[in-house]
């Protein structure tokens, strides 16, 4: 099952650009945000507890970037785990 996922989504976001992989991440941050809503209310009330000072707008729009920045890392590590040093740096492919 690994080696099957691994072939499908790894191995193909090697081949992409940074700007592209980017474009692939804001697909999925928004999807999880906004679609499926992964552990939304948790992160909401996390941030509500870290920032009792921050209004509710204010909450939305860094749970919001939260979820990019998580998708980010995550498609980036994906993205260029196959790359080769020199390659990561000039946009992985």
Known sequence: MSRLLFY??????????LPVLYAVSDFVSFTIYFLIGFRKKVVLTNM?????????REIKRLARKFYRHFTDVIVERSGCSLCQKKNCFAGCG
Not at 8 to 17: C, E, G, H, N, W
Not at 48 to 56: D, H, I, L, Q, Y
């Open 48 to 56: 509500r507890n870290a920032f009792p000072e921050k209004s509710e």
């Open 8 to 17: 499908l989504i790894v191995k193909p976001l090697s081949f992409l650009s």
